[in-house]
């Protein structure tokens, strides 16, 4: 029995409860996965790279001078504006506003 009066047995239930239901919580939102969405796109420009600096921000390279960003996960995504057409092979960014692009030829 504890101070107050209360039975261990029922502490103990409770808290096994408590456990149970953050259990079942985390299980359940770590069983979800996102939900991909469709990207309109060039159909003929296949992506070569992608790249996250963070959860949010990202960016993906393409055929034609494809670069897509994204700033919610991948939620939904804009065409960016390159002023070439050749194939972009690979992106690499160090924060969100510093990165490298290479490709071409």
């Known amino acids: 029995m504890l ?3 209360t039975p261990l047995r029922e502490t103990g239930r409770f808290a096994f409860a408590c ?4 259990l079942a919580y985390t299980s359940t939102n770590a069983l979800e996965s ?3 969405s469709r990207v309109n796109s060039l159909s003929d420009a ?3 790279d992608v790249c996250f600096v963070d959860r949010l921000h990202g ?4 055929d034609r ?3 897509w960003q994204t700033q919610d996960g991948g939620a939904s995504w804009r065409l960016s504006d390159c002023p070439v ?3 972009l092979n690979s992106v690499h960014f160090v924060d969100r506003t510093t990165g490298w692009i290479a490709g071409g030829w």
């Open 85 to 87: 057409t050749c194939q």
């Open 59 to 62: 960016w993906a390279v393409g």
């Open 3 to 5: 101070k107050n009066g």
């Open 34 to 36: 996102p939900r991909p």
């Open 19 to 22: 456990l149970l239901t953050l």
């Open 65 to 67: 001078g494809v670069i």
């Open 46 to 48: 296949a992506l070569q």
